[in-house]
């Protein structure tokens, strides 16, 4: 019996190690993410408070400044200026006597200090259970995510009050005691955003029917005070302009993200604009509330007060883009039965509601209406369609697991520096990928063309000296064939023109054919593989930033010939169109070289065909071919794409660890099990 004991001290003290190391971690980690929150918060203080005077607060300046609305006599809406209600043109009255730069300030830190208190109502309303982690951590990643959100930064840029009805509907549903109470702060959002009265119909047919008489009630008083207050102005908002329609920009415009601004931009017009209208809202107003009512019975009422939300989004007349919070909010759904499937929704809303439109979906005509619609689309979405689990289901707390290879033994002793970036044998999820690529390639993009040594004198300059730089190494090292290959393949028609469509063609063909190769038939090589060049990726964008490089084509004594683009005029500093579109001194390092030998190593370990491995490596020795004959790379350049694709893998196997070497059967296997459908409990 004492060696018994003895035993089992050692098991409960590692146990409780192993406890106290988990606490640790979670600490740290809640400190960190504060600490994110609190830096973002004092990037958009300073972003504010640091513009011009003039630039900033604009919305708040046309209403309570010197010259604004609300001291000029006659009505609010003369100029179609002022867009709040007239009750909220009645609250805002008495800011006017405040001297503007103090209001400037304290309007500023008010609405940040309002962001707080939403996100840890939010972080509170989580529908239970959750975990304790979760709990520790919901409250500061809540308000990041608030932070980072356009209808946050707008709000704060403008000056607008958008964020307090918001905060009183969840105030209202989630904070206070006493269903008359709830009501009340309902209706003074509803007072002052009328669309807030949607929520009514949702307390009531969820049994608050107090709540929503209060609701009612509240709405009527607030609006009948500001009617006997300013009748006039009341009747000019409520009659003339029918709840607000024309007030502020045009109803067309691409921040009116309603139903109304969305038909108006599609060329729909008169009395057919009036009656779609009607008709899509009202359906949209159904469906929404049906959906928000079975999911507030199931116990998610934050996700039913968000889909309520993102239907008023829908049906409002304008919704501008600084009154669009509720599609954020809807990222509390849970949606997929598999685990690699949850991070679809709330990965796609965050894009959505952080990013501009147009780097979340490409910049091509026939997807303009979705880009133009993308706020109202994701809105419409989580309102009518998308599939949120119940808290009944299956899959709701304990969705099929995700699957990992075995892992492969490493060379080094602290390889993979982050284990839990185990190989995974199931593919992920398409759409998922799909978007992640395009935000990143979009974010790529802009980085490129933003990096040092754009079409100004002085960066043109720089990029210039570097190249003599980079001519003068190749000269020593007796390198220097760019101006000889390139004059000789211009004198043969039919090898220019090879070269010339293979430089521009097959740079985007062969990666993307490659990587959807490797995600159809090997899943598990796939996401080793896009990892290696996403680290290859972003380590030349610092090359980018740090070394700007003019190609030989772009240096003006060299006598290249730019079998390309043209004929170059050096008396110009931007060569044309072609600059505003790519930065043309991103030379070093050449990623068509670096992408093509990323494509040609892949293919190369995991082609099961000696000739198919040997195609491949074909790819990289006819890339380098193409980019130093067409004077668009030096030598080097191609040495700089090299260093950063085995950089790239480098940094793979480090983060990782070793590639897992396991057969395509058997991750076929393994994947067909974890996507066979289980029996779901979900009611209808």
Not at 416 to 427: E, K, M, N, Y
């Amino acid at each position: 019996m004492a060696n018994a004991d003895h035993s089992r001290r050692p098991v409960k003290a590692f146990g409780a190690t192993a406890v106290g190391a988990a606490r640790a971690r979670l600490r740290a980690a809640r400190l960190g993410l504060w600490l994110i929150a609190a830096v973002l918060a004092v990037r958009q203080l300073a972003v504010v408070l640091a513009t011009p005077r003039g630039e900033r607060l604009t919305d708040l300046e046309t209403w309570v400044g010197p010259n604004g609305v609300l001291h000029v006599k006659g009505s609010l809406y003369d100029s179609t200026r002022f867009t709040g209600t007239p009750f909220g043109g009645l609250v805002l009255k008495p800011f006017t006597r405040s001297a503007e730069q103090a209001l400037g300030w304290g309007w500023t830190f008010g609405t940040l200090l309002l962001v707080v208190a939403l996100g840890l109502v939010v972080a509170r309303a989580l529908p239970q259970p959750v975990s304790r982690r979760t709990a520790l951590l919901a409250a500061p990643v809540a308000i990041s995510l608030l932070m980072l959100s356009l209808p946050v930064r707008n709000t704060l840029w403008l000056g607008q009050t958008s964020i307090i009805p918001v905060l009183l509907v969840l105030l209202g549903c989630f904070v206070v005691r006493g269903e008359r109470t709830s009501g009340v702060l309902i209706g003074l959002a509803a007072a002052l955003q009328p669309t807030m009265l949607l929520f009514t119909p949702l307390l009531w047919f969820t049994g608050r029917r107090r709540a929503a008489a209060s609701t009612g009630v509240t709405f009527a008083a607030s609006t009948a005070i500001a009617w006997a207050a300013m009748p006039h102005d009341s009747y000019t908002y409520w009659v003339h302009h029918m709840v607000g329609v024309g007030l502020g920009g045009e109803a067309n415009d691409l921040a009116n993200q309603s139903l109304h601004g969305t038909l108006l931009r599609l060329g729909v017009t008169g009395p057919l604009e009036i009656g779609l209208f009607f008709a899509l809202g009202a359906a949209v107003a159904c469906l929404g509330l049906r959906r928000a009512v079975r999911y507030a019975r199931d116990g998610q009422l934050l996700l039913a007060v968000a889909i309520t939300g993102c239907a008023a989004i829908a049906v409002s007349p304008t919704s501008w883009q600084h009154q669009l919070l509720w599609v954020l909010l809807a990222v509390v759904g849970r949606v997929g039965r598999r685990t690699s499937d949850r991070y679809l929704w709330p990965v796609a809303v965050v894009l959505v509601m952080t990013l501009p439109a147009k780097m979340v979906l490409p910049d091509m005509t026939p997807l303009y209406p979705l880009r133009d619609n993308v706020v109202l689309l994701a809105a419409l979405a989580a309102a009518t369609v998308v599939p949120f689990l119940s808290r009944t289901s299956t899959y709701y707390r304990a969705p099929i697991p995700t699957q990992y290879a075995p892992p492969v033994p490493a060379r080094f002793r602290h390889v993979p520096l982050v284990p839990f970036l185990r190989r995974v044998l199931t593919r992920p999820n398409l759409l998922l990928e799909l978007l992640l690529i395009r935000v990143t390639y979009a974010a790529y993009s802009k980085v490129r063309l933003a990096a040092t040594g754009g079409s100004n004198s002085k960066g043109r300059v720089r990029a210039e000296e570097h190249g003599r730089q980079i001519l003068d190494v190749e000269r020593f090292l007796h390198i220097d064939i760019e101006r000889a290959v390139n004059h000789a393949v211009a004198k043969v028609d039919w090898l220019r023109e090879f070269l010339d469509f293979y430089y521009a063609s097959f740079h985007f063909v062969v990666p993307l054919t490659v990587l959807g190769v490797l995600y159809w038939r090997r899943p598990v090589d796939y996401r080793w593989a896009r990892s290696a060049l996403g680290f290859a990726t972003l380590l030349a964008l610092v090359g980018f930033w740090l070394y700007p490089l003019a190609p030989p084509r772009l240096m003006p004594s060299l006598g290249i010939i730019d079998t390309v683009h043209g004929v170059q005029d050096f008396s110009e500093p931007e060569y044309g169109t072609l600059t505003a579109l790519t930065n043309q001194y991103a030379a070093m390092p050449s990623l068509h070289f670096g992408w093509s030998l990323w494509c040609g190593i892949v293919i190369a370990i995991v082609a099961p065909k000696w000739w198919m491995k040997a195609l491949g490596l074909l790819h990289p020795f006819f890339t380098v071919t193409a980019i130093v004959a067409t004077g668009n790379h030096w030598i080097l350049d191609a040495a700089g794409g090299a260093a950063v694709v085995a950089a790239g893998f480098g940094l793979t196997y480090a983060l990782q660890g070793p590639r897992a070497r396991l057969a395509t059967a058997a991750a076929a296997e393994v994947s067909s099990e974890t996507s066979a459908p289980k029996k779901d409990r979900t009611p209808s």
